[in-house]
């Protein structure tokens, strides 16, 4: 169906920055959303930012004016480029595709680790 092939994880001091990539392949229709998910120890998963098939962006409060999310759409990739990073950015991001036929449907990149040191 559909792969996510991700990069740019790794460790970095405080007020550093990574990009992160996700690259799509498979099976689907173009008209997707793409998005980044992070979630750090004891913690529940949460959505960072996301793209729309439009373009139209969307980020969690604790990451605006730091983060961008972009795509290159003829490449099928998903970025996130993030600035002045904190400790608290520690965590597990995900790469995530939802596309609709017949359902709506949702895949899962298998995360790769950004750590913050101070």
């Known amino acids: 169906q559909v792969q996510l092939a991700e990069s740019g994880g790794g460790l970095v001091q405080a007020g550093g920055s990574l990009r992160l990539s996700c690259v799509a392949s498979g099976s689907f229709f173009s008209a997707m959303t793409m998005a980044w998910y992070r979630q750090a120890p004891g913690k529940q998963r949460e959505l960072v930012a996301d793209?729309?098939?439009?373009?139209?962006?969307k980020y969690v409060d604790s990451v605006k004016d730091r983060f961008t999310i972009s795509r290159d759409y003829a490449k099928n990739t998903v970025y996130l480029q993030m600035n002045s990073l904190k400790p608290e950015d520690t965590a597990v991001y995900y790469c995530?595709?939802?596309?609709?036929?017949?359902?709506?449907?949702?895949?899962w990149g298998q995360g790769t680790q950004v750590t913050v040191s101070s």
């Open positions: 995530n595709v939802r596309y609709f036929h017949i359902v709506w449907r949702n895949y």
């Open positions: 793209i729309s098939s439009g373009g139209t962006t």
